[in-house]
C-alpha cells in the first residue's frame, strides 16, 4: 500500500528535473539569483511574519511556474521538433503566464518594500 522505494523515487526524479532546468534554463536561473537578493533584502529591511509568508508564496510561485514552463519547453520540442504556429503559440502562452507573475510579484514586493525604506 505504501512503497516507501517509490517515494524516495518520486523525490530523486523530481530533483533531477530541478537541477537540469537550472543548468538548462537562464531564466531560472536569474529567479534564482532574484530570490536570493529578496532574502537577504527581507532579512536587512526586517519583514513580518505575514510578508515573509507573501514572499515565500511568491517565490514558490514564481519557481514553479518556471520549471512547468522549461516542462512545456521540451514536450513541445518532443512533439513538434520543426517550426508549427501552434508549437510558437503553446510556448508564448507559457511564457507570457511566467511573465503575468513575475510582474505581479515585482509589485507586490515594491508595495512591502518601499514604504519601509522611505
Ligand atoms: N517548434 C517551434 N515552432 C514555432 N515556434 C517556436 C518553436 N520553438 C520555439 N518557437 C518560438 O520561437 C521564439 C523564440 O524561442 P526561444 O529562442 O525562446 O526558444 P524556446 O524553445 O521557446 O526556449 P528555450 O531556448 O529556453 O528552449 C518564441 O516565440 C517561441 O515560441
Same mark, same amino acid.
Do not use: Y
Given at each position: 500500500?505504501?512503497?516507501?522505494?517509490?517515494? *524516495?523515487?518520486?523525490?530523486?526524479?523530481?530533483?533531477?528535473?530541478?537541477?537540469?532546468? $537550472?543548468?538548462?534554463? =537562464?531564466? $531560472?536561473?536569474?529567479?534564482?539569483?532574484?530570490?536570493?537578493?529578496?532574502?537577504?533584502?527581507? *532579512?536587512?529591511?526586517?519583514?513580518?511574519?505575514?510578508?515573509? $509568508?507573501?514572499?515565500?508564496?511568491?517565490?514558490?510561485?514564481?519557481?514553479?511556474?518556471? @520549471?512547468?514552463?522549461?516542462?512545456?519547453?521540451?514536450?513541445?520540442?518532443?512533439?513538434?521538433?520543426?517550426? =508549427?504556429?501552434?508549437?510558437?503559440?503553446?510556448?508564448?502562452?507559457?511564457?507570457?503566464?511566467?511573465?503575468?507573475?513575475?510582474?505581479?510579484?515585482?509589485?507586490?514586493?515594491? @508595495?512591502?518594500?518601499?514604504?519601509?525604506?522611505?
Amino acid at each position: 500500500m505504501f512503497n516507501l522505494r517509490k517515494l *524516495l523515487l518520486s523525490f530523486k526524479f523530481a530533483f533531477e528535473g530541478i537541477v537540469h532546468s $537550472i543548468k538548462t534554463e =537562464q531564466n $531560472i536561473r536569474f529567479h534564482l539569483l532574484a530570490t536570493m537578493v529578496v532574502m537577504i533584502a527581507g *532579512l536587512l529591511t526586517g519583514l513580518d511574519k505575514g510578508e515573509w $509568508i507573501i514572499i515565500f508564496i511568491l517565490i514558490g510561485g514564481m519557481l514553479s511556474l518556471e @520549471l512547468i514552463n522549461t516542462a512545456i519547453e521540451r514536450v513541445v520540442d518532443l512533439v513538434s521538433p520543426g517550426w =508549427q504556429p501552434l508549437a510558437k503559440q503553446a510556448k508564448d502562452a507559457a511564457a507570457g503566464a511566467v511573465l503575468v507573475f513575475a510582474t505581479i510579484s515585482a509589485i507586490i514586493g515594491i @508595495l512591502i518594500f518601499l514604504p519601509k525604506w522611505f
